[in-house]
């Protein structure tokens, strides 16, 4: 790679994210936060408090339902239906993503069965072959002669507002509701673009039924107090316990850490920065975004039930591997995160349902490591407020 061309490949990160950066230190162990707070449990176990959280927080506003690098080519189309709601997204030949309710308009059935991604222009109901192009409208009918009159204009595919930003397709799930994706088409997806999230390519895709609530997913992956004891035989080794800087973009969190090795100092790249250190994305609904050396893992939760959460998983890579090597190298990444993923963090998850379905502790115990739990609880909590 040339000079020239290696410096063209560089991310440089935003003013806020390099602030962030300037704001970690070398670490010495002692000088982690001292802080004791407190939460309830009974927001894990809650059927209205569930409820609620699926309507306020998941129905009306954007939210994150697959990584742009799942739908990557033109004129193509995939199903989603892990959010109760089925969405049916596509991707014209120019390039723009649409998201429609997965149901034809004719006899109100599932429209497409497409769980992989499926090329081609049009979209055909399975039932009686009505037809419909990748912008929503009804294309063609067969025996059109008996519908004596019908306005086919009028019977395109409900859409639901979408957007492609910051690497990540969002969608309001609330087909009569108007949401605001000013946020993430604006702050938020300058420092997803920062960190080079919108030039992933998908190398693999994993989805799992976790028994968990979902915000338990998400305190496992905001705190790194667990690291050098729940992950002591995997991730522990590479980092230790050290002050972590945690800033809020609107409702979603951004916090980050340093790895073993690393060391303060200006670092204005997102290359000279994944060397050594985490960015880790708290969006808020559902989805954590974890920078690694050379591959960044997403994962998006859909909540089920108070105690059943399902969630994919995207392994994302600068480049698709082209050699024996490098397939390799990329198989033992996702082997190691799966398993520390799946048998730790989410079995810790499991575990923190059991425990407070229960009802026998009342509330959690935060302490200076965990502040990061307090404030995405607090923000859960203004947001359903509203």
């Known amino acids: 790679m040339t000079e020239q061309s290696a410096a063209s490949s560089l991310h440089y990160l935003t003013p806020a994210q390099q602030a962030r950066i300037a704001r970690l230190d070398d670490t010495d162990p002692h000088n982690v936060n001292k802080k004791l707070s407190f939460r309830p449990t009974d927001v894990y176990v809650s059927q209205e408090r569930f409820n609620l959280e699926i309507n306020k927080l998941f129905r009306g506003r954007p939210v994150p339902i697959t990584v742009s690098g799942a739908l990557p080519h033109p004129k193509s189309h995939v199903v989603i239906r892990d959010y109760k709601v089925p ?20 006899r ?30 009804l294309v063609a009918l067969p ?13 395109g595919l409900i859409e639901l507002e979408s957007a492609e930003a910051g690497g990540l397709i969002w969608v309001n799930l ?5 949401a605001d994706f000013s946020l993430i088409k604006g ?14 390519k998908l190398w693999k895709h994993a989805r799992f039924e976790l028994n968990s609530n979902w915000k338990l997913t998400h305190d496992a992956f905001l705190e790194n107090y667990h690291i050098a004891r729940l992950h002591s035989n ?13 800033e809020q973009i609107g409702p979603h969190i951004c916090h980050m850490s340093g790895r073993v090795g690393f060391k ?5 790249t997102f290359e000279a920065f994944r060397e050594f250190g985490v960015f880790c994305y708290t969006l808020l609904p559902g989805a954590i975004i974890i920078t690694s050396q050379d591959y960044i893992s997403v994962m998006l939760l859909s909540p089920q039930a108070t105690d059943r959460t399902v969630i994919n998983y ?48 009342q509330q959690m115990v935060l302490g200076g490591m965990e502040q990061e739990i307090f404030r995405f609880h607090e923000i859960i909590e203004a947001e359903l407020n509203k």
């Not at 025996?143 to 019977?155: C, H, I, N, Q, Y």
Request: overall charge negative.
């Open 187 to 200: 702050t938020l997806a300058d420092e997803l673009s920062a960190i080079a999230l919108p030039e992933q």
């Open 87 to 106: 969405v049916l997204l596509t991707r014209d030949a120019q390039g723009v993503v649409r998201a429609f309710v997965n149901v034809c308009t004719h």
């Open 143 to 155: 025996r059109a002669e008996v519908f004596p009159g019908l306005d086919k204009s009028k019977l």
């Open 264 to 268: 303060a100092g200006e670092r204005s």
């Open 174 to 178: 609330d087909h009569k509701a108007k």
């Open 314 to 361: 995207y392994l994302l890579v600068d480049k698709l591997p082209e050699t024996e090597a490098e397939t390799a190298h990329y198989e033992r990444s996702l082997k190691l995160m799966l398993r520390i993923t799946t048998e730790e963090d989410f079995w810790a998850a499991e575990l923190g349902t059991i425990g407070a379905a229960t009802g026998a502790v």
């Open 234 to 246: 995997s991730l522990g080794r590479m980092f230790t316990d050290r002050t972590t800087v945690c």
């Open 108 to 137: 109100a059935v599932e429209l497409c069965q497409a769980r992989e991604v499926s090329g081609g222009s049009l979209i055909t109901c399975p039932y009686h072959a009505w037809s419909f192009g990748l912008d929503g409208a």
